[in-house]
C-alpha cells in the first residue's frame, strides 16, 4: 500500500482484516506508525508492515508483486512509477486506487506496457468509512490483470443486499477511473439537488432540524429514494448535535471548497468531458457551478455590499397552512427528478468516452459496482438500471428508454411545482431549475435555437437546414440568406 492517509490506510485494515499482509510504504513515518497503532487495537498488527523506500519494500513481496496506490491526483503518482520502475518485473500489477485523472492512467498504462507491469485504473468510492469497511469498486485496465486482481477485490468489496460484491470490470483503458470520475459528477448532482430541497424545507417551510430529519428517513424508507445513501446520511446531518446540544449542521459554514484547493479534481473533470463531448449535462454543470461560487464566501460578502443586501429566501404560503403534505411529496418527487437525471447525464458522459475510446464498457458491470457502498448508491434508479443493461445491446442514452422516460414524465409537474414557487419566494434551486430545463429542451422539437441559428447565419455566415428537409445528423447546414448585403 503506497500512501497510507485516511483512504490507504483504511484500505489497508481492510485486506489485513480478511487475513491479506499488507506491506506499507508512505513519506510520513508518523502516518504509517498511527495505521500500525490502530492496526494494533483491533489485533492486526501481524498482518502490517511497514517499508522506508522501494528497495525495502519490493523485496517483501512476492510475485508477482501488487501495489495499491492511495495517491493525490497529478504528478505524484508518476513521481511514485518512476521511483518503482527498476524493481518492477513482468506481470507485477500497479492498482491505482487514487481519484486519478483518467488520462493520466492511460499514459501511465502505455509507459509500462514495454515492461510487461499491468496498470489498473480503479475507482473508489464510499469515503475513508467506505474504504476501511468494504467500498465500492471500479477497476479497469488489461482483462488478464483484472482477472487476477478480481478474487481479492471482490473478497474486500461492499456487498449487496443479496452478497454480491460491488465491484467488477468497468473495461479496458482508464475506463475504471473514468467511470468514477464520471460518478462524482452524478454525486455532484444528486448533492445539490437535495441540498436545495433541504433549504427549502429549512428557510421556505421553517422546519427544524429534526423535523427535516424525520422527512428525509420517510424518503429513504420507500418509493423512488429508498435505500439511498444520500437521503440516509441527510437525516443523520440533520439529527446530530455535538457535545454543547447543538446541531452540528447549524454551524456549518455554506463553502465547498474541494474543487478550489485542488483536493478534488473529478468533478472539474467531469464537467470538461462534457462539454468536450457535447453531452448536455446541466443537472451535474450547475451543481459545479454553485459549489464554485459557494468556496468564494468573501466574494459573495462584497457582492451583497455592492447589492445593498441579497435576495433572502422567502417564507412559503404553504408553511402556514395545511398543505405541508401535498409540499413535501413535489419536492420528493422533485428531488428523484434530479438525481434521475443526473444519472442520464452522466451515463451518456460515459457512453460517448466509451464509443471514442473503444474501452468496451460492461454497463451491467458498473450498476453492480453502484449498487452499495458508494456515495450515489439509489435502490430505485439502480433496479431500473440493471433491467435495462441486462441486455448488453441497450441503448446507452437513457432519454430513448420508455421506462426512463415515465419516470421523468410522471416527476416532472411536481419539479415544475416545487420550481415555480422556488422562483416565487427566492429559493436557491440551480440543479432543480436546470433540470426541469433539461427536460423541457431535450424533448421539445420547437426551441428558441431557430432564432439563435438565423442570427449566426445573419453576422456569420454559418448556415441552416431547412424545416421541410429530413432530419440531418449535427452538420454544417446548406443555406444560406443574405439577409444584408455586406
Not at 10 to 37: K, R, W
Not at 207 to 233: C, P
Not at 304 to 316: L, R, T
Given at each position: 500500500m503506497i500512501g497510507c492517509g485516511s483512504m490507504g490506510g483504511g484500505m489497508a485494515l481492510l485486506f489485513a482484516e480478511h487475513g491479506i499482509t499488507v506491506s506499507l510504504n508512505d513519506p510520513s513515518e508518523e502516518t504509517m506508525d498511527q495505521l500500525i497503532a490502530t492496526a494494533e487495537k483491533n489485533g492486526l498488527q501481524d498482518r502490517l508492515e511497514k517499508h522506508g523506500d522501494y528497495d525495502d519494500l519490493c523485496k517483501s513481496l512476492g510475485s508477482p508483486k501488487v501495489f495499491v496506490f492511495s495517491l493525490p491526483h497529478g504528478t505524484v503518482g508518476d513521481t511514485v512509477v518512476e521511483g518503482?520502475?527498476?524493481?518492477?518485473?513482468?506481470g507485477d500489477i500497479?492498482?491505482?486506487?487514487?481519484?486519478?485523472?483518467?488520462?493520466?492512467?492511460?499514459?501511465?498504462?502505455g509507459k509500462l506496457v514495454p515492461q510487461g507491469v499491468y496498470y489498473i485504473g480503479m475507482g473508489v468510492s464510499g469515503g475513508y468509512q467506505a474504504a476501511r469497511r468494504g467500498p465500492s469498486m471500479c477497476p479497469g485496465g488489461e482483462e488478464r490483470a483484472l482477472d487476477q486482481i478480481m478474487p481479492l477485490l471482490r473478497q474486500v468489496a461492499a456487498k449487496d443486499s443479496k452478497g454480491n460484491p460491488c465491484v467488477g470490470k468497468a473495461g479496458t483503458g482508464g475506463s475504471g477511473h473514468y467511470v468514477k470520475m464520471v460518478h462524482n459528477g452524478i454525486e455532484h448532482g444528486m448533492m445539490s439537488a437535495l441540498a436545495e430541497a433541504w433549504q427549502i424545507m429549512n428557510l421556505g417551510l421553517r422546519m427544524s432540524y429534526d423535523e427535516m430529519a424525520d422527512q428525509f428517513a420517510r424518503w429513504n424508507e420507500s418509493g423512488e429514494l429508498r435505500g439511498t445513501f444520500l437521503v440516509s446520511i441527510g437525516a443523520d446531518i440533520?439529527?446530530?448535535?455535538?457535545?454543547?446540544?447543538?446541531?452540528?449542521?447549524?454551524?456549518?459554514?455554506?463553502?465547498?471548497?474541494?474543487?478550489?484547493?485542488?483536493?478534488?479534481?473529478?468533478?472539474?473533470?467531469?464537467?470538461?468531458?462534457?462539454?468536450?463531448?457535447?453531452?448536455?449535462?446541466?443537472?451535474?454543470?450547475?451543481?459545479?457551478?454553485?459549489?464554485l461560487a459557494s468556496a468564494f464566501r468573501a466574494d459573495r460578502k462584497q457582492v451583497n455590499e455592492a447589492f445593498g443586501g441579497q435576495f433572502p429566501v422567502q417564507e412559503w404560503d404553504d408553511a402556514k397552512g395545511n398543505d405541508k403534505r401535498s409540499v413535501f411529496e413535489n419536492l420528493r418527487k422533485a428531488v428523484y427528478a434530479a438525481f434521475l437525471a443526473s444519472f442520464v447525464e452522466g451515463l451518456n458522459i460515459i457512453d460517448q468516452a466509451n464509443q471514442e475510446n473503444r474501452w468496451s464498457i460492461d454497463y451491467a458491470a458498473v450498476t453492480q459496482i453502484w449498487r452499495n457502498g458508494c456515495i450515489i448508491k439509489a435502490d430505485y434508479i439502480t433496479d431500473m438500471l440493471a433491467d435495462?443493461?441486462?441486455?448488453?445491446?441497450?441503448?446507452?442514452?437513457?432519454?430513448?428508454?420508455?421506462?426512463?422516460?415515465?419516470?421523468?414524465?410522471?416527476?416532472?409537474?411536481?419539479?415544475?411545482?416545487?420550481?415555480a414557487k422556488?422562483?416565487?419566494?427566492?429559493?436557491?434551486?440551480?440543479?432543480?431549475?436546470?433540470?426541469?430545463?433539461?427536460?423541457?429542451?431535450?424533448?421539445?422539437t420547437v426551441l428558441p435555437t431557430q432564432f439563435y441559428e438565423a442570427q449566426l447565419d445573419y453576422f456569420g455566415k454559418h448556415m441552416f437546414d431547412l424545416k421541410s428537409e429530413p432530419v440531418g445528423k449535427p452538420e454544417t447546414g446548406k443555406h444560406h440568406f443574405e439577409w444584408k448585403p455586406a
Amino acid at each position: 500500500m503506497i500512501g497510507c492517509g485516511s483512504m490507504g490506510g483504511g484500505m489497508a485494515l481492510l485486506f489485513a482484516e480478511h487475513g491479506i499482509t499488507v506491506s506499507l510504504n508512505d513519506p510520513s513515518e508518523e502516518t504509517m506508525d498511527q495505521l500500525i497503532a490502530t492496526a494494533e487495537k483491533n489485533g492486526l498488527q501481524d498482518r502490517l508492515e511497514k517499508h522506508g523506500d522501494y528497495d525495502d519494500l519490493c523485496k517483501s513481496l512476492g510475485s508477482p508483486k501488487v501495489f495499491v496506490f492511495s495517491l493525490p491526483h497529478g504528478t505524484v503518482g508518476d513521481t511514485v512509477v518512476e521511483g518503482l520502475h527498476p524493481y518492477l518485473n513482468n506481470g507485477d500489477i500497479i492498482i491505482d486506487a487514487s481519484n486519478e485523472n483518467w488520462q493520466n492512467t492511460q499514459r501511465r498504462q502505455g509507459k509500462l506496457v514495454p515492461q510487461g507491469v499491468y496498470y489498473i485504473g480503479m475507482g473508489v468510492s464510499g469515503g475513508y468509512q467506505a474504504a476501511r469497511r468494504g467500498p465500492s469498486m471500479c477497476p479497469g485496465g488489461e482483462e488478464r490483470a483484472l482477472d487476477q486482481i478480481m478474487p481479492l477485490l471482490r473478497q474486500v468489496a461492499a456487498k449487496d443486499s443479496k452478497g454480491n460484491p460491488c465491484v467488477g470490470k468497468a473495461g479496458t483503458g482508464g475506463s475504471g477511473h473514468y467511470v468514477k470520475m464520471v460518478h462524482n459528477g452524478i454525486e455532484h448532482g444528486m448533492m445539490s439537488a437535495l441540498a436545495e430541497a433541504w433549504q427549502i424545507m429549512n428557510l421556505g417551510l421553517r422546519m427544524s432540524y429534526d423535523e427535516m430529519a424525520d422527512q428525509f428517513a420517510r424518503w429513504n424508507e420507500s418509493g423512488e429514494l429508498r435505500g439511498t445513501f444520500l437521503v440516509s446520511i441527510g437525516a443523520d446531518i440533520c439529527r446530530q448535535r455535538d457535545n454543547q446540544g447543538r446541531h452540528v449542521l447549524s454551524i456549518v459554514e455554506d463553502k465547498v471548497v474541494q474543487d478550489v484547493d485542488g483536493t478534488e479534481g473529478t468533478g472539474i473533470w467531469s464537467q470538461l468531458e462534457a462539454v468536450r463531448l457535447h453531452v448536455p449535462a446541466p443537472s451535474l454543470t450547475t451543481a459545479h457551478f454553485i459549489r464554485l461560487a459557494s468556496a468564494f464566501r468573501a466574494d459573495r460578502k462584497q457582492v451583497n455590499e455592492a447589492f445593498g443586501g441579497q435576495f433572502p429566501v422567502q417564507e412559503w404560503d404553504d408553511a402556514k397552512g395545511n398543505d405541508k403534505r401535498s409540499v413535501f411529496e413535489n419536492l420528493r418527487k422533485a428531488v428523484y427528478a434530479a438525481f434521475l437525471a443526473s444519472f442520464v447525464e452522466g451515463l451518456n458522459i460515459i457512453d460517448q468516452a466509451n464509443q471514442e475510446n473503444r474501452w468496451s464498457i460492461d454497463y451491467a458491470a458498473v450498476t453492480q459496482i453502484w449498487r452499495n457502498g458508494c456515495i450515489i448508491k439509489a435502490d430505485y434508479i439502480t433496479d431500473m438500471l440493471a433491467d435495462i443493461f441486462q441486455d448488453p445491446h441497450a441503448d446507452k442514452d437513457l432519454l430513448h428508454s420508455q421506462r426512463i422516460a415515465q419516470e421523468l414524465k410522471n416527476s416532472f409537474p411536481a419539479l415544475k411545482e416545487i420550481v415555480a414557487k422556488g422562483v416565487q419566494h427566492n429559493a436557491i434551486i440551480p440543479n432543480l431549475s436546470a433540470t426541469l430545463e433539461f427536460l423541457k429542451y431535450s424533448t421539445n422539437t420547437v426551441l428558441p435555437t431557430q432564432f439563435y441559428e438565423a442570427q449566426l447565419d445573419y453576422f456569420g455566415k454559418h448556415m441552416f437546414d431547412l424545416k421541410s428537409e429530413p432530419v440531418g445528423k449535427p452538420e454544417t447546414g446548406k443555406h444560406h440568406f443574405e439577409w444584408k448585403p455586406a
